[in-house]
């Protein structure tokens, strides 16, 4: 097995700004993301204990 060098490894491509922007819109995007389901999940857990499982909508809880 041969031994690591950091001189073997490829050399990384130049930074390209465009790249760099959309990786960085993507975390927040997906930090969003995150922040809103559980906003949501905490928004519905009071909710989910009147209803049956399976059961959705306005009849759910008159059943």
């Known amino acids: ?3 690591k060098d950091p ?3 490829p ?3 130049p930074s390209d700004p465009r ?3 959309l ?3 993507l975390k927040a995007n997906l930090a ?3 922040a809103q389901a559980r906003a949501r999940a905490s ?3 009071a909710d989910e ?3 049956r499982p399976g059961q959705t909508g306005t009849n759910a809880q008159e059943q």
């Open 1 to 3: 097995m041969a031994a």
């Open 7 to 9: 001189e073997n490894r």
């Open 11 to 13: 050399a990384k491509p």
């Open 19 to 21: 790249n760099a922007r």
């Open 23 to 25: 990786k960085a819109a």
């Open 32 to 34: 969003r993301r995150k």
């Open 43 to 45: 928004e519905t857990g």
């Open 49 to 51: 204990d009147d209803k």
